[in-house]
C-alpha cells in the first residue's frame, strides 16, 4: 500500500477534525517524510498541525539545523516550537535527552490541548528496540515496546508509519526529492541505537535471516498479543489496588497463574519506576503463590512487602512518637498523623469498624463508649496480638501506627477491624489520618 494512502486510513480511522496534532519534527528522514505526508493531508482532514524541534547540542551544526527548521515552519505557515537542551557530558546523553524531550512534548500537549503528539517510529525502529529488549533479558509481555496509539504521560501518542519498513520511507523521500537532515549520531558507535542499526542487525540479516526486521516486527506483534490478553486476565485484580499514604497494596489471593502474577509485578514495578530483577520478582511471587506472611525485601527506595497473598509497595514509614497523648474533643497533627475525636450517635453506619485496609487507604475510625482515653504506641498486650492474628493484620503495620487505651487498660487499635460492643447510644468517634 502507498504512504499517503496508509496514511490517509489511520487519519480517517482517528483524527478529530478542529483539535491540533503536534508533530516531533528532527528534520531527518523519517520525521520529514511524515511531516510533507501530512501537509498533503492537511487540506483533506482540516488538520491544525504544530511542529515541536529539539536542539540535543551534540552537534556543531544542529544549531544552524533548528534555524532552517524554523525558516521552513515559517515559509509552511506551520507554527514551531522549540527548546535547545544543555545537558552535562556526563551524564547518560540518550536517557537524559528522551526525559527532555518528553518533558517538553507534555509542556505543550497540555498548553495546546493537543489530540496526539505524532511520532515518525517505522518498522526498523520497532525491530531495533525488540531486539534490544531482549537482550536486555525482558519478559515475552514486554518485547511489542510500541503501539501505533498508546497514552503515555497523559499524552495521546501516534505512530502511523510504525508498520511501514524504513527502506519505502527512504523511497518516499528519494522520489520526492525531500530535502532533511542527516545526523552522525545515528550511526556513531557510541551509542546503543546507533550500534544495532550499524553493526548487529545487518550482521544478523546477513548471516541468519534477511526477513529479520519483519520477523522482530512479528515477534513484537504476538508480544503485544500476550500483553493485551495478560491484561484483561488481570484486569479485576487492578480494580482492587489500593494507593494511599503508606504506598500501594494488592489482594493476590485468588491468583493461581505464575505468568500472570509476574506480569501483575511487572506492570506495577513498571508504573512506580521501581526496577525489580529476576530474581526479586521470581522470590516475590513465590511468597505470594505460598501464602508466606510478613515477608520483605528492600530495595533502593521502596520495601516490597508480601503478607498472607497481599503485596506491598511501601514508600513510607510513620515514626512512632514516644509519650502518652490524652485523647480529648479536638483535632491534633503529631508526626504524620492526623487524630480527631468527637463525639457522635450510635447507628446502624457504625456497625462495621475500620480495618488495616482502611488505614492503608488513609484514614481509620474507632468508635468506642464515652470515656477518658489515652493514644500512645503499642507496648505489648496478648490480647490485642491475638486479634491481629485473628484478623490478619500484616505484622509490618502493627508497629507502626497507634492504640488507644483507658484507666483499666483496655486496648483498642485501628488495624483489626474489631468491632467494640456498644450498648449506649453516646459515643466517641476517634479519626486516625495519614498525611
Known amino acids: 500500500m502507498k504512504l499517503l494512502e ?45 511542529v515541536a524541534h529539539v536542539d540535543h547540542g551534540w552537534r556543531e551544526e544542529s544549531g ?28 547518560n546523553l540518550e536517557n537524559e535527552s528522551r526525559n527532555e524531550r518528553i518533558k517538553f512534548f507534555k509542556e505543550l500537549v497540555d498548553k495546546y490541548h493537543f489530540q496526539a503528539l505524532i511520532l515518525a517510529h517505522h518498522k526498523n525502529d520497532l525491530a531495533e528496540t525488540v531486539l534490544k529488549r531482549f537482550f536486555e533479558g525482558s519478559a515475552i509481555f514486554s518485547l511489542f515496546s510500541m503501539k501505533e496509539i498508546t497514552k503515555f504521560e497523559n499524552m495521546v501518542v501516534w505512530r502511523p508509519l510504525l508498520n511501514i519498513p524504513k527502506s519505502e520511507i527512504s523511497a518516499y523521500i528519494s522520489s520526492n526529492n525531500i530535502k532533511f537532515f542527516n545526523d552522525p549520531t545515528n550511526f556513531d558507535p557510541k551509542y546503543l541505537r546507533a550500534r544495532m542499526r550499524k553493526d548487529i542487525l545487518p550482521v544478523l540479516e546477513r548471516k541468519f535471516n ?51 502474577l509476574k506480569y501483575i509485578i511487572r506492570k506495577i514495578a513498571s508504573q512506580e519506576k521501581i526496577e525489580v530483577s529476576r530474581d526479586i520478582l521470581n522470590q516475590t511471587c513465590s511468597w505470594i503463590l505460598e501464602k508466606k506472611a510478613n515477608l520483605k525485601l528492600k530495595l533502593k527506595d521502596v520495601d516490597l512487602c508480601v503478607d498472607r497473598g497481599f503485596f506491598f509497595v511501601l514508600k513510607k514509614k510513620y515514626l512512632p512518637f514516644d509519650h502518652i497523648l490524652p485523647l480529648s474533643l479536638k483535632k491534633c497533627d503529631i508526626n504524620s498523623f492526623e487524630i480527631s475525636v468527637k463525639k457522635s450517635t450510635l447507628s446502624e453506619t457504625h456497625i462495621q469498624a475500620s480495618s488495616w485496609i ?58 483489626s477491624g474489631n ?3 456498644l450498648n449506649n447510644l453516646e459515643i466517641l468517634q476517634i479519626n486516625l489520618k495519614l498525611k
Open 6 to 50: 496508509y496514511l490517509t486510513k489511520f487519519f480517517s480511522k482517528n483524527f478529530t477534525p478542529d483539535k491540533p496534532v503536534l508533530l516531533a519534527y528532527s528534520g531527518g528522514t523519517d520525521s520529514a517524510c511524515l511531516l510533507y505526508l501530512l501537509l498533503k493531508l492537511k487540506e483533506k482532514f482540516n488538520i491544525n498541525l504544530h
Open 64 to 91: 544552524l539545523e533548528a534555524d532552517l527548521i524554523k525558516k521552513q515552519m515559517k515559509e509552511l505557515d506551520i507554527p514551531v516550537h522549540f527548546k535547545k537542551l544543555f545537558l552535562p557530558k556526563d551524564k
Open 210 to 260: 534477511k526477513g529479520i526486521i519483519e520477523n522482530l516486527a512479528f515477534m513484537a506483534a504476538s508480544s503485544l498479543e500476550l500483553n493485551e490478553y495478560l491484561d484483561k486476565k488481570t484486569k479485576d485484580y487492578f480494580n482492587s489496588l489500593i494507593v494511599g499514604p503508606l504506598g500501594i497494596c494488592i489482594d493476590l489471593n485468588k491468583i493461581e497463574e505464575l505468568l500472570e
Open 358 to 415: 482502611d488505614l492503608f487507604k488513609g484514614e481509620s475510625i474507632l468508635y468506642l463508649p464515652q470515656n477518658k482515653y489515652y493514644m500512645s504506641f503499642f507496648k505489648g498486650n496478648k490480647k490485642l496480638k491475638k486479634n491481629w492474628g485473628n484478623y490478619k493484620v500484616p505484622a509490618f503495620l502493627r508497629n507502626m501506627f497507634p492504640v488507644v487505651y483507658d484507666d483499666d487498660n483496655n486496648v483498642y487499635d485501628f488495624l
Open 419 to 421: 468491632h467494640v460492643n
